[in-house]
């Protein structure tokens, strides 16, 4: 789980900086798309909706910062970086407002920007995960459990089953329910119990409670 999974968009006019960054990210990331100025910047973010988005702040035809703001309006949630000079301080409280995690000032180095990009990461993966024990963290875009630094692949049955497990939280998940969520509504009662146990052999044995004749629920040791 990390930055090899994730695409970002980058978005520099100045060609030499882009080179040198574009080289540090097709090492780190599954995908980098970069975008010359705040227009194509747009373009690429709706075609591709990244996972990161590192912009600098001064481009031609739009600035990143008012780029940033037009995907502000549906989108909350992107980790973004913003690229700034030094003598640009009234334009870090308005790139603040836009909600950014990180901003670097000009020129960077690769440490500095490794270290943005990590908590951009860790960002992305507390919103896109579970805690299901003390050991156990659940990736439901992923369809996998990690145990610790071990990661464990899901079924498409067995994710839907933890799934709705997880909905539930604390409270019973009955067999119907089950049924009608994992199965379509055309399972059985056998049918979950056997799934339940190709789960527990994953999660273990004590993770799933069994509320005998009614339905299971997740028993969190947090």
């Known amino acids: 789980m990390g930055l090899e999974e994730l695409d970002v968009l980058y978005a520099e006019d100045e060609e030499d900086v882009a080179c040198h ?7 780190c990331f599954k995908n980098v798309y970069h975008a010359k100025d705040g227009l194509e910047l747009l373009e690429l973010y ?42 640009e301080q009234e334009t870090l409280l308005l790139a603040v407002e836009q909600f950014i995690t990180k901003y670097i000032i000009k020129p960077f180095d690769k440490d500095t920007l490794m270290q943005a990009l990590k908590i951009c990461d860790t960002q992305i993966q507390k919103s896109k995960s579970v805690k299901i024990s003390s050991n156990l963290t659940f990736y439901p875009q992923k369809s996998c459990i990690v145990n610790q630094d071990e990661s464990i692949n899901l079924s498409k049955k067995e994710l839907l089953m933890l799934e ?3 909905k539930n939280g604390s409270n019973i998940s009955s067999y119907q329910e089950i049924i009608n969520y ?13 799934l339940i146990k190709d789960l527990r052999k994953k999660l273990g044995s004590q993770t799933i409670k069994n509320i005998s004749g009614i339905g299971y629920r997740l028993e969190k040791d947090l």
């Open 164 to 166: 709705i497990l997880v």
């Open 182 to 194: 994992v199965y379509d509504g055309d399972g059985s009662d056998n049918a979950v119990k056997i």
């Open 21 to 27: 960054v574009i080289d540090v990210l097709e090492l």
């Open 46 to 87: 709706e075609k591709h909706k990244p996972d990161i988005l590192l912009l600098d702040v001064n481009m031609p035809r739009l600035s990143g910062l008012e780029a940033l703001r037009r995907i502000r309006a549906s989108d909350l949630t992107t980790p973004a970086v913003m690229l700034t000079a030094k003598n």
